[in-house]
C-alpha cells in the first residue's frame, strides 16, 4: 500500500483555510498514486480547542468542514483524519476525538479516541467521551487499525500516563489488524522524539505490524508540534522519519519498508527550531506581524533577539536599549553590536529622566525608607511601561525575556520584565540558556562573546550580580530540576547530596512567587513540564514542600 503522510499545521477554528490545506494535501497525494493520505488528530478544528468545544457552533462547523473535504475530495483514494464528533450512545460526554476514513465520498469507518490524557497540559477527560470498542477495518487489502496518539501510550512508563484500564492496541492485533495507523496531535518537548520511536518501535517488535505515526505540526500558544511523523516496519526498525517543525507531503510504501539510520538529534537545535516555529505560528495565527524586545545586552535579551530574527526577520524586529544610571557601558556595547549583527533596528531610551522623576515623586512617601528592590523594581516597570507604549503605537508584540530559573524563584518584576505577550525562554534554566547561545553562535559569533562571559547581573543597582540574591545558576538549576520536572521532596533532593538550608530557601522562593507566574505570559514549552496549564499549583496555600 502506497502511504501519503499529511503532516500539516492547521490553525485551531480557521475551517475554511484548514479543509483548504488538507483538500490540497489530498489532491497532491492523489496525483502521486498514494492508496490512502493520512492527517494528523482533529486536524479539522485544530488542536487544542479547550473550551471552544462548549461552543454548539463551533462542533457544527467541525462537522460541517468533515463533509465538505468528504464531498470535495477526489475519488480512489482513501483520506484518514481527525475532527471531533458527536457522541451518538445514550449516555457519557457529548463529544468524541475522532478519525475517519472517506473513500469515494462516502465514510467508510470511524473509530474514537479510547485513552483520553488529564495529565501534563492535556484535559481531554473534560471533553471527550472515551471509545468503547476498538475495530479494525479492510481497506486495499490491509486490515487496518486506528490508534488515534494517546491510544498508542498504554505502555509507556512516563511520569502520570498509567494505569489506563484498557490497551487499545493489543485489541486492535487481536483482531487482525495488519496495519496500524496513529493520527496524533503530540506537542513536542526535548527529547520525546526519542519516546515517541520506543512506543512504536516496540509495537513492531511484538506484533511484526507496521505503524504509520502521523504528528501534527505548528504552535498553539505555549504548545508546540514538531511533526516528525514516524513510521516502524514490521521488525520496529525505523523507516521514515518526517521533517522537524515543518509541514510537509511525504510517502512511504508498505511492500519496500527499509530500515533508516539511527535518529540522532542535537539537542539545542531542536530547542531553537521549536522556539522559533513557537514564535512565528504565535504571531501569524494572532493577525500580528512584529515584534520587539527590550535588549538589556544580557544573555537572556539577547538570545530572545537572535531567535525573534530567525522567526519573523529583520525587518519585523526592533530592539529597545534602555539605560538607566546603573547600565554597564560593556552592556551597552554589547546590546548595539548584536542589533549590527542581527541587522535590526535599535533605539536607545534612556530611562534616567523617568526614573529620577519617580524617585522625587515617591520621596515624601518613602522618607525615612532605605533604597531596597523597590527602586530596583521602579526601572523595571519603567521599562515595561515604554515598551509596552511601543506595542500600542506600532501593532507589534512585546516578548518577554525570562528564563525558567527566574520564573521559579520570583527573580523577576511584575508589570516589569514580566511585561509581554510570549515568555520565549521561559522553560529554559539560565543554564540552558547559555547552551542555547552558545548552540546559536555555533557557525560564525552573532552574540558578542563577551555577553556568554559577563557575570549575569540586572544592573539595577551599583556591582549588581544574580549571585547576590540567588545560588550560583549551576547549583539552583539541579535543585530547580529535581523539584519542578521530577516532584522530588527536600529530602530527597537533600539525600542526593545538596545542603538542607539552600534546597528548602529555593523550594520556598519557589512556593512564593506562584502568584507572578499567574501573570506571566504564555510559556513556550520544551521540557516535560512547563510553568503554565502543565503545572497547576494554588497560589494561597502552605507551601510544605520547603
Same mark, same amino acid.
Given at each position: ?8 499545521n ?25 492508496d ?66 472517506i ?27 472515551p471509545?468503547?470498542e ?27 500516563? =498509567? ?34 520511536y ?17 504528528n ?21 526498525? =525505523? ?25 540522532e ?21 494572532c493577525?500580528f ?37 546603573y ?81 521559579a ?19 529554559l534554566f ?9 548552540? =546559536? ?14 557575570v ?15 545560588p ?33 530557601s ?15 505570559p504564555?510559556?513556550?514549552?520544551v ?8 503545572r ?11
Amino acid at each position: 500500500m502506497k502511504i501519503a503522510i499529511g503532516q500539516i499545521n492547521p490553525t485551531i477554528g480557521d475551517f475554511v483555510g484548514n479543509a483548504t490545506k488538507i483538500l490540497g494535501y489530498v489532491d497532491r497525494a492523489h496525483k502521486k498514486g498514494a492508496d490512502v493520505v493520512v492527517f494528523p488528530e482533529m486536524c479539522v478544528c485544530g488542536y487544542p480547542p479547550m473550551d471552544l468545544l462548549d461552543h454548539g457552533s463551533f462542533v457544527e462547523a467541525n462537522l460541517k468542514t468533515l463533509r465538505l473535504i468528504q464531498q470535495q475530495s477526489p475519488k480512489g483514494i482513501g483520506i484518514v483524519l481527525g475532527y471531533v464528533d458527536k457522541n451518538r450512545s445514550a449516555s457519557g460526554k457529548a463529544l468524541v476525538n475522532a478519525v475517519s476514513l472517506i473513500h469515494d465520498g462516502e465514510v467508510l469507518f470511524t473509530q474514537a479516541k479510547s485513552l483520553l490524557p488529564t495529565y501534563d497540559v492535556f484535559d481531554e477527560a473534560r471533553y471527550f467521551q472515551p471509545a468503547d470498542e476498538r475495530r479494525t477495518v479492510s481497506f486495499k487489502g490491509e486490515q487496518i487499525g486506528i490508534a488515534i496518539c494517546e491510544d498508542i501510550w498504554w505502555e509507556t512508563d512516563q511520569l502520570h500516563a =498509567l494505569h489506563y484500564p484498557v490497551d487499545p492496541v493489543k485489541e486492535l492485533l487481536d483482531k487482525g489488524a495488519t496495519l496500524l495507523f496513529s493520527p496524533s496531535a503530540s506537542p513536542f518537548y526535548s527529547g520525546k522524539l526519542d519516546v515517541r520511536y520506543g512506543l512504536l518501535s516496540g509495537i513492531g517488535k511484538s506484533s511484526g505490524v507496521p505503524v504509520v505515526y502521523v504528528n501534527m505540526v505548528g504552535g498553539n500558544d505555549s504548545l508546540i508540534f514538531d511533526g516528525r511523523s514516524l513510521v516502524t516496519a514490521a521488525d520496529g526498525t =525505523l523507516s521514515f522519519l518526517g521533517s522537524s517543525f515543518e509541514e510537509q507531503l511525504a510517502f512511504v510504501n508498505t511492500d519496500t519498508l527499509v530500515a533508516k539510520a539511527d535518529i540522532e538529534v542535537d539537542r539545542y537545535e531542536e530547542i531553537e527550531q521549536a522556539l522559533v516555529l513557537g514564535i512565528r505560528d504565535y504571531l501569524g495565527k494572532c493577525g500580528f506581524k512584529r515584534v520587539h524586545v527590550g535588549l538589556s545586552g544580557g544573555i537572556d535579551s539577547s538570545v530572545v533577539a537572535v531567535l525573534a530574527q530567525k522567526a519573523v526577520g529583520a525587518d519585523n524586529v526592533t530592539v529597545f536599549a534602555l539605560p538607566s544610571r546603573y547600565s554597564s557601558p560593556g552592556s551597552r556595547d554589547d546590546a548595539a553590536q548584536l542589533a549590527r549583527n542581527l541587522g535590526v533596528q535599535l533605539h536607545r531610551l534612556s530611562i534616567e529622566g523617568m526614573f529620577e522623576a519617580g524617585l522625587q515623586t515617591l520621596a515624601p512617601v518613602f522618607k525615612g525608607k532605605s533604597v531596597d528592590a523597590t527602586e530596583e523594581n521602579l526601572q523595571a516597570r519603567i521599562r515595561g511601561l515604554l515598551l509596552m507604549a511601543f506595542s500600542n503605537k506600532f501593532h507589534s508584540l512585546l516578548l518577554t525575556t525570562g528564563n525558567k530559573s527566574e520564573l521559579a524563584t520570583g527573580y523577576c518584576t511584575l508589570y516589569g520584565d514580566m511585561c509581554g505577550v510570549l515568555a520565549v525562554i521561559g522553560d529554559l534554566f539560565k543554564t540552558e540558556v547559555y547552551a542555547l547561545a552558545r548552540s =546559536l553562535n555555533r557557525e560564525k559569533e552573532v552574540i558578542p562573546a563577551s555577553v556568554l562571559t559577563k557575570v549575569p547581573s540586572a544592573e539595577l543597582r551599583p556591582d549588581q550580580a544574580d549571585q547576590d540574591s540567588l545560588p550560583p545558576y549551576d547549583l539552583l538549576d539541579q535543585i530547580l530540576q529535581l523539584y519542578l520536572l521530577q516532584s522530588k521532596t527536600v529530602e530527597e533532593i537533600t539525600a542526593l547530596g545538596y545542603e538542607a538550608g539552600l534546597v528548602r530557601s529555593v523550594l520556598n522562593m519557589v512556593g512564593k512567587a506562584e502568584f507572578k507566574r499567574r501573570q506571566a505570559p504564555p510559556v513556550l514549552k520544551v521540557s516535560p513540564r512547563a510553568f503554565g496549564t502543565g503545572r497547576r499549583i494554588p497560589i494561597a496555600r502552605v507551601i510544605h514542600e520547603a
